[in-house]
């Protein structure tokens, strides 16, 4: 697939991994950050985080707590959607830099007792891709074009769309080419924008292209694969009308003809012999948003992926008897298959927990106004807690440890979002959580890089930045960091599959995993519980006296009763 000189990667052998950390297990609890490289470190001053930068900044995610680094793509890409269309899998985009840089990366995260897991794209690819340009300039009849999903035209003269799926980013999920003789021809299928056509997974050579490229970037040395729109890929045979236009979000509540069909199982079998030839114990993590957990759990059944992001529990209001449901629900629906649960707040497609916290319930994941700052960041640090408590897996996302609102009031001029600019579909108000980071109080983009960012940061974000959190007594960045040191030393957190609820007052989470006990108050107010012991940490305010707790409103405690 690469058309480009470009120099081959050397196998990562057994010994270039060594440094990192081999326990057994290990994804089953553990800690994964999500690195948007775009937004995460500029090393050149071009206004555009990279590898380089990001690999600068390895020994910060390190002394963070954190066990894995996500990356966000950076494969050779229009960036019609941010990187998730993708031209070349075995190449880096020159603005993120090179397969050496790359490499480098890998090698050092490892030295430093870091996993690398990398994005893959298999749904789609982006229209610049090479097969897609070849089955364009060949015209209908091209064997390339059967490697997507292209079809005639309904209507007398092949004027309408051959159904009616509508995109995810908003209008016809459809668009018509014009053949190379210059006349109107055939349509081709994109559940998402125009530039990025669904690829055909019934023909053979897009197996086998996937194939080669998991080995790829396996003998790169990652330690694993997030599977974007892992629920999609595989398609509804006849490609039937929808009818209804309620399920075109991501997250609906049923299977479409072209979202979590049965048949994406198979593809996942056959890959997942692939990564168990590999030693290290790499990973699949499926973005599979599924109608039900039950439904996710399909995913991780023992001969196929590892992990599914548990989109139910992101989608949770701040509210305990939301919460307790969904937790129990998602323990539940991983316990038969043997997967861990995975936890999130917040990711690169949502708006920030601290900002959808800060508003009333009901509002969606996708959320324009600012609402109450103070209330979002403490509801914020609270969730965070009580997320890090559960059995399983979670997931942070970057800056979220700074306590990083959305950015809702960016110009229009500015946004980047595809989906913004088309019409319903997501919102398409994606940019201000990709808003790059602030880690320094002062100077050009406080931090980030010497030459600005690509979306403007806002006023005020230094106060926010790494420097001015370090060391700072019950700052988030510290929150997150004492967090993750005390969940790595108390034996009962992390790797399970169940919780023992305890009674507590209305609005009140308190559950128990052997002498861990964690309580979130989810109420405005403060509430009286039983002390359980010695406080590990807390995220807000906490009196005790004669054997009992006063915790503060949208607080979440930690104690030991050993």
Same mark, same amino acid.
């Given at each position: 697939?690469? *058309?480009? @000189? ?72 229009? *960036? ?24 480098? $990366?890998?090698?050092?995260? %490892?030295?430093? #007792? ?40 309904? #209507? ?17 999920? &459809? ?15 994109? $559940? ?52 209804? %236009? ?119 994941? *996708? ?9 979002? $960041? ?82 005020? &974000? ?27 030393? *108390? ?9 023992? &609820? ?27 519980? @039983?002390? %359980? ?30």
């Amino acid at each position: 697939m690469s *058309q480009h @000189p470009a120099p081959a990667p050397t196998p990562t052998t057994d010994s270039a991994v060594a440094t990192v950390a081999r326990r057994r297990d290990w994804w089953r609890d553990a800690v994964i950050y999500q690195v948007y490289p775009r937004s995460f470190a500029d090393s050149n001053g071009d206004g555009m985080g990279d590898l380089e930068g990001i690999r600068s900044r390895l020994p910060y995610l390190r002394d963070l707590g954190v066990d894995a680094v996500w990356l966000s793509p950076f494969y050779a890409s229009p *960036q019609a959607d941010a990187g998730y269309d993708v031209a070349d899998y075995r190449a880096v985009d020159p603005m993120f830099g090179t397969l050496l840089d790359a490499d480098a $990366l890998i090698r050092d995260a %490892h030295a430093l #007792g870091l996993r690398i897991i990398v994005d893959l794209v298999p749904n789609h690819s982006s229209d610049q891709h090479e097969w897609f340009k070849r089955a364009l300039a060949e015209g209908p009849g091209s064997s390339l074009r059967e490697r997507y999903h292209f079809r005639p035209g309904k #209507g007398e003269n092949g004027e309408l769309p051959p159904n009616d799926w509508e995109s995810i980013f908003g209008g016809p999920a &459809w668009t018509r080419v014009t053949e190379p003789d210059g006349t109107p021809g055939e349509w081709y299928l994109h $559940l998402f924008a125009p530039e990025q056509p669904d690829f055909n997974w019934e023909h053979p050579a897009v197996g086998d292209e996937f194939r080669s490229i998991l080995r790829f970037w396996l003998d790169m040395g990652v330690d694993g694969f997030r599977i974007d729109v892992a629920h999609g890929m595989v398609k509804a045979e006849g490609l039937p009308d929808l009818g209804s %236009h309620d399920e075109m979000r991501l997250l609906g509540n049923d299977v479409t003809p072209f979202f979590d069909q049965d048949g994406v199982h198979d593809i996942y079998r056959q890959w997942r012999l692939i990564l168990d030839e590999y030693s290290g114990e790499r990973i699949f993590v499926a973005e599979a948003w599924t109608p039900t957990v039950e439904r996710t759990a399909n995913y991780v059944r023992p001969d196929e992926l590892h992990q599914a992001f548990n989109f139910q529990y992101l989608a949770t209001h701040w509210d305990a008897a939301e919460l307790r449901e969904v937790v129990d629900r998602t323990l539940d629906s991983m316990r038969p298959v043997g997967a861990p649960a995975t936890w999130v707040l917040s990711n690169h497609d949502v708006t920030r927990h601290a900002t959808r916290f800060a508003n009333p319930a009901g509002l969606g994941t *996708q959320i324009r106004e600012a609402g109450d700052r103070e209330l979002g $960041l403490r509801r914020a640090r609270a969730a965070t807690l009580l997320m890090l408590a559960l059995p399983g897996s979670a997931y942070v996302y970057q800056g979220e440890e700074l306590g990083l609102p959305d950015v809702v009031d960016l110009p229009d001029e500015v946004r980047q979002d595809p989906a913004y600019f088309r019409g319903a579909g997501q919102d398409g108000f994606r940019d201000g959580c990709r808003v790059p980071i602030p880690w320094t109080r002062e100077g050009s983009s406080y931090g980030f890089g010497a030459g600005g960012s690509w979306l403007p940061q806002p006023e005020g &974000w230094g106060e926010l930045s790494v420097e001015a959190q370090t060391g700072v007594p019950g700052s988030t960045l510290e929150l997150y960091r004492s967090a993750l040191a005390v969940r790595r030393e *108390q034996a009962d957190l992390g790797a399970g599959d169940a919780v023992e &609820w305890l009674t507590a007052p209305e609005g009140v989470l308190a559950f128990r995993r052997g002498d861990f006990v964690c309580v979130a108050n989810t109420t405005g107010a403060p509430v009286t519980v @039983p002390a %359980h012991g010695r406080v590990l940490i807390t995220s807000g305010e906490v009196e005790e006296t004669g054997g009992e707790a006063v915790v503060a409103a949208d607080t979440t405690v930690w104690w030991t009763t050993a």
